[in-house]
């Protein structure tokens, strides 16, 4: 009788465990996987992709455009504030960089130096490398 006892608290003692086991684990499972949810949303295409890639293609044609030795900045700084208001509608992760590229570029049409001008340019087109290998990969 007290063999039947113990057993009967060993398989008990199992199956608690496993159920124990399942619930737990079941728990940090959808833990793990709403978490990844978020972190991949980032890389996961966005409706919206094209249309900003597009945009970030056509400023850094205006960039390109700009002649340091006489520098007229007026089409860039619309497509740079367009661009950074488009991104911050859509509270696209991008949205600090281009921020920063349209404040650089505001910073750029302040300053007529050829120098600074074409150091500026490389700057810019960085960030738009930065961003157009984001969208485009996405």
Avoid at 5 to 33: D, N, P, Q, W
Avoid at 82 to 101: G, K, S, T
Avoid at 102 to 117: D, G, R
């Amino acid at each position: 009788m007290h063999d039947q006892k113990a057993h009967f608290r060993v398989g008990f003692f199992y199956k608690y465990c496993l159920t124990m086991l399942t619930k737990s684990s079941v728990v940090i499972t959808t833990a793990i996987l709403l978490s990844g949810c978020s972190t991949i949303q980032k890389y996961w295409p966005r409706a919206h992709d094209p249309v900003m890639l597009s945009q970030l293609v056509a400023l850094g044609q205006d960039i390109d455009a700009v002649d340091c030795k006489k520098p007229y900045w007026h089409r860039v700084l619309r497509g740079a504030e367009h661009l950074d208001r488009y991104v911050a509608l859509r509270q696209d992760p991008q949205q600090e960089n281009i921020h920063a590229l349209n404040l650089h570029v505001q910073k750029m049409s302040e300053n007529a130096n050829p120098t600074f001008c074409e150091l500026g340019k490389k700057t810019a087109k960085r960030r738009i490398d930065t961003a157009g290998g984001i969208w485009g990969s996405r």
